[in-house]
């Protein structure tokens, strides 16, 4: 795998851990307003984007454990941390946990993508 798809791998799990740790940790109060609104359609839809945030947080902690493991350009707690934020994100009512671990292995990311060559 060539350099640039790893920075593209890189950024893209920076984005999605910062940004979907923001929203799971802002979920269950999203989830508390349209509860007590009576929109079952708004209740529905963010449960289910929700759950499918938490999922691909932990699929790209996966992801990006196994290709940096391989090259060594980025640590591996950021990975960690996102493994760890989208597992525990999953349990119900620790989702803002997860969000804060996730946050933090999204900021890594984004913070590690100096350690590539500027010349890609």
Do not use: C, E, Q
Not at 59 to 78: A, C, D, E, Q, T
Not at 80 to 101: F, K, R, T
Request: glycine share 16%; proline share 2%.
């Amino acid at each position: 795998m060539d350099s640039k798809k790893l920075k593209n791998l890189a950024n893209w799990n920076g984005i999605v851990g910062l940004g979907g740790g923001i929203l799971t940790l802002f979920s269950g109060g999203l989830l508390l307003g349209a509860s007590t609104n009576g929109r079952m359609l708004a209740f529905n839809l963010i449960v289910l984007i929700s759950f499918l945030v938490k999922v691909a947080i932990l699929v790209l902690g996966i992801i990006g454990l196994v290709k940096f493991n391989k090259y060594p350009v980025i640590s591996k707690s950021p990975s960690v941390l996102m493994i760890i934020g989208g597992s525990i994100a999953i349990i119900p009512l620790l989702g803002w946990i997860g969000g804060i671990i996730s946050i933090v292995g999204g900021s890594l990311y984004l913070g590690a993508l100096k350690n590539f060559h500027s010349d890609l």
